[in-house]
């Protein structure tokens, strides 16, 4: 692979350049997300406590916006050493903030088609279709490929899906970002379906589009000039700028959700300082720390802190890998290599134990997932009983509840099966915590 194809401005669906002043193309990507109603919506989703009361705790819109101050800041370091080593024909066609400014628009969107109640709701939406008997009366009716897309329903696939085509449906390629950005954004660029024939590495571990965008997903892929991976379709090696969104997610999730667990009060200090102490080691940083006067704020400095030096090893080993990751042989989380990598790992684990497992985190999370099963049995149902002309009252009263770009041009259910599901899930997943949770009351009312 290319840096100078990899960095293209070309924008999905072919949306001709337009002069945008001192902004270069990608803040323009950075900009149409930041506008963009479903990012807006992540205010009220979830990123570890569901629908949590203490506003100091993180949403997906806090969670995302950090992320992006991480892949900048991952990004310009990463374009410097780029810069300095490769071509100059690199050099002249770029700067190190164009780096940065691609990671930042990818990071940025990386969360965009999370359904709500986080990781729960995607587990939710994948066990209607494939456990309850409505939905596995309807995956039987659709091929394997199309199957897929159901029962391993999945976030990253959804977000390119809004970035792609849901954003803007009336464009070609929707919201028409930069091939660079879309292909940064793909953590694992391959099909739903692929996921039988997933290879070793850290992209294999899940997909990033489904069926219905196959095409315009090759349409990045060509563009940015992507390697295909072990020689199968619909599956490349990652772009290698997608390394460094995932390791700013990683870094934000491992070491804040730490610090939203302190600040919810679901681990004392006492846990977690011996985990900013494996990461930073300066005598200098533990005295400033030593006399602040809170243990809050003595937390927000060394999460700076650690955040600061993991940044700083996770550009070095960029840099040592690039080479690789150009020719596609280099496919491990970036985190996973860093000198710290232990240390980075026990914030993981403490996150896991004692964060994810939280009792006021389960507690939502089951509520949340019945929810989802309760909007999908309904609007799945509406849905089906229309397009076979079974209506009744109560389903047409359902149906009225479902925006009609969720249907079809006309406002009706729309011919093929796998369409129509497809139209009910971008609904449902779209929803926000509180949304689903008060449409889930509208419909109970009606079908009750």
């Known amino acids: 692979m290319q840096w ?83 071509s100059d024909a690199v050099a002249s066609a770029c700067a190190a903030a164009d780096f940065g400014a691609i990671v930042a628009a990818a990071c940025l969107a990386h969360d965009i088609g999370n359904p709500p109640f986080g990781h729960a709701g995607e587990a939710a939406i994948q066990s209607w279709f494939e456990k309850t008997s409505a939905g596995r009366a309807l995956m039987d009716k659709l ?67 489904f069926r219905a965008d196959a095409g315009r997903f090759a349409a990045v892929a060509q563009a940015v000039g992507l390697q295909t991976a072990d020689g199968m379709q619909d599956c490349w090696c990652r772009h290698p700028l997608a390394f460094l969104v995932e390791a700013a997610d990683d870094i934000s999730y491992c070491v804040i959700d730490v610090e939203d667990a302190f600040r919810a009060g679901e681990v004392s200090y006492a846990e977690i300082e011996p985990l900013y102490r494996g990461v930073v080691t300066d005598a200098a940083a533990w005295q400033k720390a030593a006399a602040i006067a809170t243990d809050e704020k003595r937390v927000e400095y060394l999460r700076a802190r650690t955040m600061d030096a993991l940044l700083r090893e996770t550009a070095e080993v960029f840099a040592a890998s690039v080479g690789a990751m150009l020719e596609g042989r280099f496919d491990a989380e970036l985190i996973a290599c860093i000198p710290h990598a232990d240390a980075l790992e026990a914030f993981r684990a403490l996150a896991r134990d004692r964060v994810y497992h939280a009792a006021v985190v389960l507690n939502v999370q089951s509520p949340g997932a019945a929810i989802l099963g309760t909007l999908l049995d309904a609007f799945v149902g509406a849905v089906e009983a229309a397009a076979v002309g079974a209506e009744t009252a109560r389903t047409r009263a359902v149906l009225d509840l479902l925006p009609g770009q969720f249907l079809s041009n006309a406002g009706q259910p729309a011919t093929q099966l796998y369409t129509r599901l497809l139209g009910i899930t971008d609904f449902v997943s779209g929803m926000t915590d509180s949304y689903a949770v008060a449409m889930a009351q509208k419909v109970r009312a009606l079908t009750c």
């Not at 159901?150 to 929707?174: K, S, Y």
């Not at 694992?188 to 589009?209: E, L, Q, V, W």
């Open 4 to 86: 100078t194809t990899l960095l293209t401005h070309q924008r999905l669906g072919g949306a001709p350049a337009t002069d945008a002043g001192p902004r270069s193309e990608f803040q323009r990507d950075f900009d149409r997300i930041v506008f963009s109603s479903a990012f807006r919506r992540l205010q009220d989703k979830t990123q570890v406590f569901p629908l949590a009361q203490n506003d100091y705790v993180r949403t997906r819109l806090t969670h995302s916006l950090e992320v992006a101050s991480l892949g900048r800041s991952l990004g310009v370091l990463a374009g410097d050493y780029v810069l300095r080593t490769y």
């Open 143 to 209: 091929d394997r490929e199309e199957r897929a897309d159901f029962t391993r329903f999945e976030g990253n696939a959804q977000t390119f899906r809004i970035l792609a085509r849901l954003g803007m449906p009336d464009n070609p390629g929707g919201m028409q970002l930069t091939c660079a950005t879309l292909a940064a954004v793909a953590k694992y660029p391959r099909a739903a379906y692929r996921a039988d024939h997933a290879t070793a590495g850290i992209s294999g571990k899940k997909h990033n589009f």
